[in-house]
T-cell receptor, first 109, second 114 residues
Framework: GQNIDQPTEMTATEGAIVQINCTYQTSGFNGLFWYQQHAGEAPTFLSYNVLDGLEEKGRFSSFLSRSKGYSYLLLKELQMKDSASYLCAVTDSNYQLIWGAGTKLIIKP | NAGVTQTPKFRILKIGQSMTLQCTQDMNHNYMYWYRQDPGMGLKLIYYSVGAGITDKGEVPNGYNVSRSTTEDFPLRLELAAPSQTSVYFC?????????????FGEGSWLTVV
């Protein structure tokens, strides 16, 4: 079966750095997304990786290793507003988007 | 910039009732989707459409129906509501398929079946 694993919950301190990991086992691979979802709101797009390596976008970076079936989202200079769930999603060989359950990130002052 | 708009935001249904969740997008996107999100679970695809007049089942289509008569609108119909359909529903759209195209979500509809 197809599976995406992410930690259920993480806690970090304001101003610090946190890395949220995502591992996937899917039938083929056509790209990996990270979305942010604040409680009670819709998911919003953060990043997309299709080739190995690091994509940097401001305070957020996303890394992909296709050979390891692994990605991480790196959040720097954490702010209270970064408290949210972070969803990892993979497009498989049939162009179906498979979603992880999300990682709830709690930021403490 | 309206984006994806879905209504209603909250609804309580009795077992056996039917209802339609409305969804419209103003971005001229070809692809539209309906997802449900249950606590502790990933988003599950109910139905999707690649263009007007074309719909396909997703991972969890049972108990639901959709139509796509225009590019803008993609309503989701719940027939004979069951407690298992208590969930948060998200309508979404993208310009093309899921390979590299950002999916834009509506604000969600919280549905409770009692």
């Amino acid at each position: 079966g197809q599976n995406i694993d992410q930690p259920t919950e993480m806690t970090a301190t304001e101003g610090a750095i946190v890395q949220i990991n995502c591992t996937y086992q899917t039938s083929g691979f056509n790209g990996l997304f990270w979305y942010q979802q604040h409680a009670g709101e819709a998911p919003t797009f953060l990043s997309y990786n299709v080739l190995d390596g690091l994509e940097e976008k401001g305070r957020f970076s996303s890394f992909l290793s296709r050979s390891k079936g692994y990605s991480y989202l790196l959040l720097k200079e954490l702010q209270m507003k970064d408290s949210a769930s972070y969803l990892c999603a993979v497009t498989d060989s049939n162009y179906q988007l498979i979603w992880g359950a999300g990682t709830k990130l709690i930021i403490k002052p | 910039n309206a984006g994806v708009t879905q209504t209603p935001k909250f609804r309580i249904l009795k077992i056996g009732q039917s209802m339609t969740l409305q969804c419209t997008q103003d971005m001229n996107h070809n692809y539209m989707y309906w997802y449900r999100q249950d606590p502790g679970m990933g988003l599950k695809l109910i139905y999707y459409s690649v263009g007007a007049g074309i719909t396909d089942k997703g991972e969890v289509p049972n108990g639901y129906n959709v139509s796509r008569s225009t590019t803008e609108d993609f309503p989701l119909r719940l027939e004979l509501a069951a407690p298992s359909q208590t969930s948060v529903y998200f309508c979404a759209s993208s310009y093309s398929g899921t390979a590299g195209n950002t999916i834009y979500f509506g604000e969600g509809s919280w549905l409770t079946v009692v």
